[in-house]
């Protein structure tokens, strides 16, 4: 069984930074790409930023340049480091991770969602 669980994500002002954390537990065998998404009041969960197992990342337009996502493979722990804030980044966030477990399946794995709210 695995485990993907968030940091709490917090408040900020318009401007700030956040720091949101994601540390995968459990019967893993290997952890490939991870990444994060944000989800807005009644609409469909959208993608932040995605990286590699070789450590490549890739952002969405809206978080390109703000945002960073990094990753240690000794903890099995994403990150995401928001800086610039805006109030429009006001979501409930989530991370995901393709992990292929020890009995030899590989599935996505979501953490539980945690709340970011900027302040203008």
């Known amino acids: 069984q695995v485990q993907l669980v968030e940091s709490r994500g917090g408040l900020a002002q318009a401007g700030g930074s956040l720091r949101l954390s994601c540390a995968a537990s459990g019967s893993i065998f290997s952890i490939y790409a991870m990444a994060w998404y944000r989800q807005y009041p009644e609409k469909k969960r959208e993608l932040v930023a995605t990286i590699t197992s070789g450590g490549r990342a890739t952002y969405a337009d809206s978080g390109q340049g703000r945002f960073t996502i990094s990753r240690d493979d000794a903890k099995n722990t994403a990150y995401l480091q928001m800086n610039t804030l805006k109030p429009e980044d006001t979501a409930v966030y989530y991370c995901?991770?393709?992990?292929?477990?020890?009995?030899?399946?590989?599935?996505?794995?979501w953490g539980q969602g945690t709340q970011v709210t900027v302040s203008s």
């Open positions: 995901k991770a393709v992990i292929r477990t020890t009995s030899g399946n590989t599935d996505d794995y």
